[in-house]
């Protein structure tokens, strides 16, 4: 009886291990995962700025063909301001130009460029900052923003006596960047591409 009493509890142990998977990862949680975003194939607009809503405009630029160039129609809008708009990831570049009076004018701009970079700061991770020049010559600062954040990309670029041009990434939502990740890298892509061939008229 003594024995019956040792060997049941052993059994039962047995049987229950026997039974289930081999895969000691079977009942584990799995990570939370993101669709998988195709992305198209990069390809521009040479002729974009023909259209006639925007003749006379003080610079241009080649344009993704799967974008859209549309008046910025907002309330604080100022002359040759638009977005670029991409209706398939829901994100839009949003450009503002000035046109520089003097060198105080080109220090003013940079400095508001600065403060609404930065005001991003309650939120980012990290704000990364670059100077160079374009494939033209133009000095440019680009500022990249990590964390969830609503603008992930920006830059402005001056020929410092004339033009004043900004650009910045946006996307409705500033919740889980790393899903949007794909699409950031994209549009920045093709943000590149818009400041190198950027030209003033």
């Given at each position: 009886?003594?024995?019956?009493?040792?060997?049941?509890?052993?059994?039962?142990?047995?049987?229950?291990?026997?039974?289930?998977?081999?895969?000691?990862?079977?009942?584990?949680?799995?990570?939370?995962?993101?669709?998988?975003?195709?992305?198209?194939?990069?390809?521009?607009?040479?002729?974009?700025?023909?259209?006639?809503?925007?003749?006379?405009?003080?610079?241009?630029?080649?344009?993704?063909?799967?974008?859209?160039?549309?008046?910025?129609?907002?309330?604080?809008?100022?002359?040759?301001?638009?977005?670029?708009?991409?209706?398939?990831?829901?994100?839009?570049?949003?450009?503002?130009?000035?046109?520089?009076?003097?060198?105080?004018?080109?220090?003013?701009?940079?400095?508001?460029?600065?403060?609404?970079?930065?005001?991003?700061?309650?939120?980012?991770?990290?704000?990364d900052e670059y100077?160079?020049?374009?494939?033209?010559?133009?000095?440019?600062?680009?500022?990249?923003?990590?964390?969830?954040?609503?603008?992930?990309?920006?830059?402005?670029?001056?020929?410092?006596?004339?033009?004043?041009?900004?650009?910045?990434?946006?996307?409705?939502?500033?919740?889980?960047?790393?899903?949007?990740?794909?699409?950031?890298?994209?549009?920045k892509e093709d943000?590149?591409?818009?400041?190198?061939?950027?030209?003033?008229?």
């Open positions: 009886m003594r024995q019956l009493t040792y060997i049941l509890p052993i059994l039962f142990i047995s049987l229950f291990f026997s039974c289930g998977s081999s895969d000691s990862t079977a009942y584990l949680p799995k990570p939370r995962g993101y669709h998988r975003l195709e992305m198209p194939d990069h390809s521009y607009q040479k002729d974009a700025f023909k259209d006639k809503a925007f003749k006379g405009y003080p610079y241009t630029f080649e344009v993704a063909k799967n974008a859209e160039i549309v008046p910025d129609e907002s309330f604080m809008s100022e002359p040759y301001w638009i977005e670029v708009q991409y209706p398939e990831f829901k994100a839009t570049v949003d450009i503002s130009y000035k046109k520089l009076a003097n060198y105080d004018s080109l220090v003013g701009y940079t400095n508001t460029s600065n403060v609404l970079t930065f005001k991003h700061n309650v939120r980012a991770t990290a704000i100077t160079t020049r374009t494939n033209k010559g133009y000095t440019a600062v680009l500022y990249e923003i990590e964390g969830d954040v609503p603008s992930q990309f920006q830059f402005f670029v001056t020929d410092s006596t004339e033009h004043f041009f900004r650009a910045a990434l946006y996307f409705p939502s500033s919740t889980q960047n790393d899903s949007l990740a794909p699409v950031i890298d994209y549009v943000m590149m591409h818009m400041l190198n061939t950027l030209e003033w008229q």
